[in-house]
Every structure is written in C-alpha cells, then in structure tokens.
C-alpha cells in the first residue's frame, strides 16, 4: 500500500474530529435536544395546548380597492412527547407553511422554534433559518396570546403580541 492512498481518510477522519468537537451556539437548539426537552402528560392535560388556533387580520385594500385579509392557523400536536406546531399563513399573495417544535419555558409558555417549511408552501423565503425563533406562545383558557420577537422572520409580526382563538 503506497503513502498517497492513507493522506484522503487521513485527512476526512481529522475533518469528522474536528467537526465532532466544535461546541454549539449558545442560542443553537439541535432536534435531539428539542426531544430531551420531552413535555410531560401532566403539562400536556392541565393546560392543553394541543388543538388548532386562528387568528385574522385586515392589512388595508389592493390597488383596485379589495380588502386585503390575512388568516393565521397555529395546529399544535404530540408526537413521542414532543410538541409540533404547523404554522399557516394565507391570504393576498401569500401562503406560507411553516413547521416546527415547541420548546417549553414554563408551564403555560412555549418557544415555537423553526424546523423546516411544510411541502406546500408557496416561496420557501429564505427570512426562515433553521433552529429561528419563530414566536413565543402563552396559553390563556381558549386563546393563546403569541408573541413575535423584534426579529421573527414571519412578515409583519415584528415585535407584534396578538390572541389567537381556540377553534
């Protein structure tokens, strides 16, 4: 065996290691570590989080004088213990389909945490960055109050705190 034929799994052997011993981001949050933050039943039973939530809104009128309306849908599931949130956006020109997973902060507030857009979304904006914090949500009975961070890349939400209604 000749020396040139060890220097390519030599040199992606080092790659792998040094791969393998970066550290995270502080604000990096891995799907294996949204797992281990695993809710449990007793969260998911006292405050139900689980169901499918609307929120609507007017945005002013087309050039022609249309009204211009904007419907959000928030459908919260379980699935092995971790919460997911599919995210919709439609209305004039948009249909925007986000997925992602919940990560609690406390017992009746969740970070809805950006995975990957759904296979029927429209443009696929590149605003969406894996691991982004999409908003936060605080469940109230039947509303859910859903809070955008200044820098959310849902459109028009910036910093922005709406209710969202239990359909």
Same mark, same amino acid.
């Given at each position: ?11 992606? =052997? ?11 981001? +502080?604000? #990096?949050?891995?799907?294996? *570590? %949204? ?55 439609? =209305? ?11 990560? +609690?902060? #406390?017992?009746?507030?969740? *970070? %809805? ?55």
């Amino acid at each position: 065996m000749k020396h040139t034929d060890l220097i390519f799994p030599a040199v992606v =052997g080092l790659f792998c290691l040094h791969l393998s011993c970066q550290s995270p981001s +502080p604000n #990096d949050t891995s799907t294996a *570590q %949204l797992a281990q933050l695993n809710t449990s039943p007793e969260l998911l039973v006292n405050n139900n989080i689980l169901g499918r939530f609307s929120f609507s809104e007017s945005v002013g009128e087309s050039a022609g004088g249309i009204p211009i309306n904007f419907f959000h849908t928030l459908q919260i599931t379980e699935s092995a213990g971790v919460l997911v949130g599919s995210y919709h956006i439609d =209305g004039y020109q948009t249909m925007t389909r986000l997925r992602g997973q919940l990560r +609690p902060v #406390d017992g009746k507030q969740w *970070q %809805l945490i950006f995975e990957d857009f759904e296979e029927d979304d429209l443009f696929r904006s590149d605003r969406f960055k894996p691991k982004a914090l999409l908003c936060t949500l605080r469940l109230d009975g039947n509303q859910l109050s859903v809070s955008y961070p200044k820098n959310t890349p849902v459109s028009r939400m910036e910093g922005r705190t709406v209710v969202f209604e239990r359909e």
